[in-house]
């Protein structure tokens, strides 16, 4: 996977919520099969909270949705309704980009893996993706 970090921009479909990110062109996303995220159909990549910032006025049309353990914080647009990113139970101290929602041009490639969400805290094992919010040394440089 290449490792050099790329400015993604996207948002909601209405375009209220913008914000930014920073990852690798080529990045590997999470499809799982949880309560919410296969009612959404979502799938997302996940990056360390300091790569991704908010942009404008955002922060006013967005509200949280939690539920069970609480620490997954599913932030939506009050408008129109979009989940573009959320805070995971996987990672908490990460941000799940969901990729649909990333403009066109700058992802080159995804691999796609299954989040086993059903059966989280065997899949959260096996899976590794707890370290897909943790910073490398190549981020820093």
Known sequence: MDSELLLHTGGCH???????VYAPSSVVAWDCNCSDCSMR????????SERFELLGD?????TTY????????????KVCGITSFY???SNPDGIAVTLRCVDPGTLT???IKCFDGQNWEGSYKQTGIASCSKATDEDSK
Do not use: Y
């Not at 955002?58 to 967005?62: G, M, P, Q």
């Not at 939690?66 to 647009?77: L, N, Q, S, V």
């Open 14 to 20: 209405c375009k209220r919520v913008r914000w930014r």
């Open 41 to 48: 159909r979502n799938t997302h990549f996940i990056v360390p």
């Open 66 to 77: 939690t539920f069970g353990t609480h620490t997954a914080k599913h932030t939506f647009c």
């Open 58 to 62: 955002s922060k006013e049309f967005i």
């Open 87 to 89: 805070i995971p139970r």
């Open 109 to 111: 490639h995804v691999e």
